[in-house]
DNA sequence: TGTACATCAGTGAACGCGCGTTCACTGATGTAC
DNA sequence: TGTACATCAGTGAACGCGCGTTCACTGATGTAC
């Protein structure tokens, strides 16, 4: 039944499509932006806070906005949470750049790779928890947005694990497993370090580096010597 | 301020300790047991719900009682996570003997762990996700269950390693390290795993296998010409 | 065997709370003329 | 420059909902005598 004759009372009302669309905006000057609101929702992630657990109004508190005014920058909670997995992979490719950089300038590929890894780690932290943790919960967009950045890292690192073996003019044994292998490895340990006081962090890289290690052994022994697996 | 003279009002009653403890108990007879409450949480579990985010009320409704009932058998919903963690342990533990067993059969200890892991994970899937995932989100509490599981999963497979190794007079670098890397990856890929359908789970098995051959190889040889790593 | 009683698993109703969502609005800003 | 108007970011109040928790209770079972 409805209330007094209110024509259709669809729900929502959709803003019909601007005529004025690619010009600048008119109206009222935004005074938080959707940053903002990432912003506040990063606040709010911690050890014990997955994105899929934030609520619309614990956002708009924490970035000092009523919470319907949520709706003017995102269609709900989940838009906010994709956003938020996206600058995460922003930033996770920001340090494989920077492992590259490292790499190049002589010392340890394996060594600077995972000392970079650890430091980012701790620099944006809450961005890398949402990666490393929002993987194994969360809706199955989250997961696949995940599985897309470490995809894209594992495809990175294989890039430049080719290129390192023809450089040393040394072997490898099925590039992709390896890389496959690193990256799940140093993002499982990476997630149980964020954990761990930060004191802790050296032995931990100690332990990465000598795992690498010994995969990069076997994949070279293995391809030297034709080993199959079995 | 109080309504009507009821004396101390404070909050619900605590039962004091029954003298007769240690007896058959009295009273009614139970007719929905901690184990019925369990079993209908797992139902409710599945990849994209965590145990942190079970409702009492939801629970309770699985189960068939009414929501205050569930107060009978645990203190609140965090004590029955705990306990689904607990059960998911002994279930890994069961993974572990089993992979032991077949291991002293004389096949491929590696491919052989692996695939009883696998299989595992298809039969128990929802109590493994519950030990997978509530390792990286969840209270504090959850993740230091899940940890103990994993060290001592890690543990019986250090021993194994080593026992292995002297087995077949094989030298052996960094044994515990070994344990981790393996446990860490299995169990990183087996996330991974339960969101693919089954028939993709013969391959992901073929590069576990790989991937581990190629650690094994890596701390044989490393034992054998004593590298260093880095 | 019968009876009074203690125990205690399970119940239905109620509470206050935070949530997502909708409504009709306000008023600052930019545009057209 | 001035004025009328369209746009639209942000608002306060209200809604219905599921939640955890508490209350006083019911009635089945076992025990004491």
Avoid at 17 to 35: L, N, Y
Avoid at 37 to 63: D, F, M, Q, Y
Avoid at 124 to 152: M, P, Y
Avoid at 174 to 179: F, N, R, W, Y
């Amino acid at each position: 039944m409805m209330r007094y004759d209110s024509g259709m009372t669809t729900g929502i009302k959709i803003r019909p499509p601007s005529p004025r669309r690619g010009q600048a905006p008119q109206g009222r000057k935004p005074v938080i932006t959707r940053e903002d609101l990432i912003t506040a929702a990063l606040k709010l992630v911690g050890p014990n806070r997955s994105v899929s657990t934030l609520s619309l109004r614990e956002v708009a508190r924490e970035a000092g906005i009523a919470p319907n005014s949520f709706y003017r920058h995102f269609r709900d909670v989940d838009e906010l949470a994709i956003a938020l997995i996206d600058q995460a992979g922003r930033s996770l490719r920001k340090i494989i750049g920077e492992a590259r950089y490292r790499a190049a300038s002589g010392r340890s590929i394996v060594r600077s790779s995972v000392e970079t890894f650890m430091e980012q780690l701790s620099a944006d932290e809450k961005l890398l928890h949402i990666v490393l943790r929002e993987g194994t919960v969360g809706s199955e967009a989250f997961k696949q947005a995940v599985e897309r950045e470490l995809h894209s890292f594992e495809e990175e690192l294989c890039v430049d694990l080719i290129r390192l073996a023809e450089l040393n003019k040394l072997p490898i044994y099925e590039p992709q497993l390896v890389a496959k292998a690193i990256t799940r490895l140093v993002f499982a340990m990476g997630t149980a370090a964020m954990d761990l006081p930060p004191d802790r962090h050296p032995e931990l890289i100690e332990d990465m580096v000598k795992i690498l290690r010994m995969i990069m052994v076997g994949t070279q022994t293995m391809a030297r010597e034709g080993i199959v697996a079995d």
